[in-house]
């Protein structure tokens, strides 16, 4: 494992404790223009095709690895180049312990491709307002990243 790697797990962690305590404490209080997780620096909330969404302060969808933890990242090497690791203040965001990514396929904000998408790393879910995955929702056929971002 590289020195980057190592270095990028350490401050995960790191963030994992702090933003999993700023979602206990909020509840579910979120207007939907608020900050996510009632004020986890770093995420907003969009209106997207598959409800309200968590994205970046520049309005791209969050999605989260099934079964991805902070504890034991699956997303590295060229995972990061389809799925960049989503960062505020130089750590990447942890959304109800899980680490945040956005999807190379998105281009505007809102833009929820990566929704649902399996891809040789599992299966990508965009999360909610709250910061949970949207297990229930698939985008339209033709908006839908396949292959995660392979095209097949």
Excluded at 31 to 59: F, L, Q, R
Excluded at 114 to 140: C, E, F, H, M, R
């Amino acid at each position: 494992m590289s020195t980057k790697n190592l270095t990028r797990y350490g401050l995960v962690a790191a963030a994992a404790s702090l933003s999993v305590a700023a979602l206990a404490a909020c509840g579910s209080s979120n207007s939907g223009s608020n900050n996510a997780g009632g004020g986890t620096s770093g995420v907003k909330t969009h209106s997207s095709s598959i409800g309200t969404v968590s994205t970046d302060t520049s309005g791209r969808t969050l999605y989260e690895l099934a079964g991805d933890t902070t504890a034991s990242p699956k997303c590295t090497g060229g995972c990061l180049s389809v799925w960049p690791a989503a960062v505020a203040g130089g750590t990447q965001i942890v959304l109800q312990g899980h680490p945040a990514y956005t999807f190379s396929g998105d281009s505007a904000s809102g833009q929820t491709n990566g929704q649902a998408v399996t891809d040789q790393w599992g299966t990508w879910y965009a999360l909610d307002s709250n910061g949970k995955p949207i297990t229930n929702a698939t985008p339209s056929s033709s908006t839908k990243g396949g292959g995660g971002g392979y095209g097949y």
